[in-house]
């Protein structure tokens, strides 16, 4: 019987879960076991990850029992939901109040719950600098996490925050990378030049390890992770010397962006707008030197660039 203590990975298929279920099963050493948690474990990559020796178990974050019985025996667990599946804040909240209940029925010693702010802290609904959306937000998918850390605290489970930043992944799978216009590619956010920081999602589940090495003494805190803090202008900058093209950054107002009718744009325009309009806070609160402690093998823009170019969707 393996002494290590196991760690439950919900989304071990994606990409934050994903990174961590790597993490651990590389470091052979490192006293952690993983438990891949996804809804389907006969997908082809479930499959890859038992093959790489971890163990799959199936669970649905919309039933509270299965998860419980997904996380018995766990040392600790990492949580994360994905709003863009299917674009509802009370949706994400019951699948953490779910996460939260599993984890205390299940009597787990250190949870990570992968969350954001709530970013009516700082921008009221009352506040019309941008809009309120469905009614009770101002940027749901980050509200909607924020207000779910209570969820975890009320529980009495002992969490770890972690505050997550843009993925760099987006140019590839989100439809946010360059465009071609006019014989050059063209880059658009609706910062100015205040600066985002940004991460490879493969890193964040290293950080969540580094977390989790560290061990009782980040309970209870919450813990930003960034790769690199860049202005648009920089980010196209390492665009076009990446890619070897001229590329432009297109500063647009947050106004543009939710216009542009794309499923989440305001959404989106709404996000950008925080993150611009309180850039020292956010970037404060991400700190890319506290990341590449957790995680040495912390990656760079240029970096991802590097392993990531020929990937990224130019039309």
Same mark, same amino acid.
């Given at each position: 019987?393996?002494?290590?203590?196991?760690?439950?990975?919900?989304?071990?298929?994606?990409?934050?879960?994903?990174?961590?279920?790597?993490?651990?099963?590389?470091?052979?050493?490192?006293?952690? $076991? !993983?438990?891949?948690?996804?809804?389907? &474990?006969?997908? @082809? %990559? /479930?499959?890859?990850? *038992?093959?790489?020796?971890?163990? =799959? $178990? !199936?669970?649905?974050?919309?039933?509270? &029992?299965?998860? @419980? %019985? /997904?996380?018995?025996? *766990?040392?600790?667990?990492?949580? =994360?939901?994905?709003?863009?599946?299917?674009?509802?804040?009370?949706?994400?909240? /019951?699948?953490?109040?779910?996460?939260?209940?599993?984890?205390?029925?299940?009597?787990?010693?250190?949870?990570?719950?992968?969350?954001?702010?709530?970013?009516?802290?700082?921008?009221?609904?009352?506040?019309?600098?941008?809009?309120?959306?469905?009614?009770?937000?101002?940027?749901?998918?980050?509200?909607?996490?924020?207000?779910?850390?209570?969820?975890?605290?009320?529980?009495?489970?002992?969490?770890?925050?972690?505050?997550?930043?843009?993925?760099?992944?987006?140019?590839?799978?989100?439809?946010?990378?360059?465009?071609?216009?006019?014989?050059?590619?063209?880059?658009?956010?609706?910062?100015?030049?205040?600066?985002?920081?940004?991460?490879?999602?493969?890193?964040?589940?290293?950080?969540?390890?580094?977390?989790?090495?560290?061990?009782?003494?980040?309970?209870?805190?919450?813990?930003?992770?960034?790769?690199?803090?860049?202005?648009?202008?920089?980010?196209?900058?390492?665009?076009?010397?990446?890619?070897?093209?001229?590329?432009?950054?297109?500063?647009?107002?947050?106004?543009?962006?939710?216009?542009?009718?794309?499923?989440?744009?305001?959404?989106?325009?709404?996000?950008?707008?925080?993150?611009?309009?309180?850039?020292?806070?956010?970037?404060?609160?991400?700190?890319?030197?506290?990341?590449?402690?957790?995680?040495?093998?912390?990656?760079?823009?240029?970096?991802?660039?590097?392993?990531?170019?020929?990937?990224?969707?130019?039309?």
């Amino acid at each position: 019987m393996s002494e290590k203590k196991i760690i439950a990975v919900v989304g071990a298929t994606g990409a934050q879960g994903g990174g961590l279920v790597q993490a651990i099963l590389k470091d052979a050493h490192g006293g952690f $076991a !993983a438990r891949a948690i996804t809804r389907d &474990a006969d997908s @082809a %990559k /479930a499959k890859v990850l *038992a093959e790489r020796g971890a163990h =799959v $178990a !199936a669970a649905d974050l919309d039933d509270e &029992a299965g998860l @419980a %019985k /997904a996380l018995a025996g *766990a040392h600790g667990a990492y949580f =994360v939901t994905n709003f863009w599946e299917h674009f509802s804040p009370d949706k994400e909240q /019951a699948q953490a109040r779910n996460l939260a209940a599993a984890a205390k029925h299940a009597g787990l010693k250190h949870v990570i719950w992968s969350t954001l702010e709530d970013t009516r802290r700082w921008v009221p609904l009352s506040d019309d600098r941008m809009p309120t959306l469905m009614g009770r937000f101002k940027v749901p998918h980050f509200d909607a996490k924020g207000e779910a850390d209570a969820y975890f605290r009320e529980a009495g489970v002992p969490t770890t925050f972690l505050l997550t930043s843009f993925y760099w992944d987006n140019l590839v799978q989100f439809g946010m990378g360059p465009k071609l216009e006019g014989g050059r590619l063209v880059f658009t956010l609706p910062m100015g030049e205040a600066k985002l920081p940004g991460i490879a999602a493969e890193d964040i589940g290293k950080c969540a390890y580094g977390i989790f090495r560290k061990g009782a003494e980040t309970i209870g805190k919450s813990i930003g992770i960034a790769g690199e803090h860049l202005t648009g202008s920089e980010m196209a900058a390492a665009l076009a010397k990446a890619l070897g093209r001229e590329t432009v950054y297109n500063a647009v107002t947050p106004e543009q962006y939710r216009s542009f009718g794309f499923p989440g744009a305001e959404d989106l325009g709404n996000m950008f707008q925080f993150k611009r309009d309180f850039e020292d806070y956010f970037c404060g609160a991400r700190s890319v030197e506290i990341s590449r402690a957790l995680n040495p093998e912390l990656q760079s823009f240029a970096d991802w660039l590097a392993k990531n170019r020929e990937r990224i969707p130019l039309a």
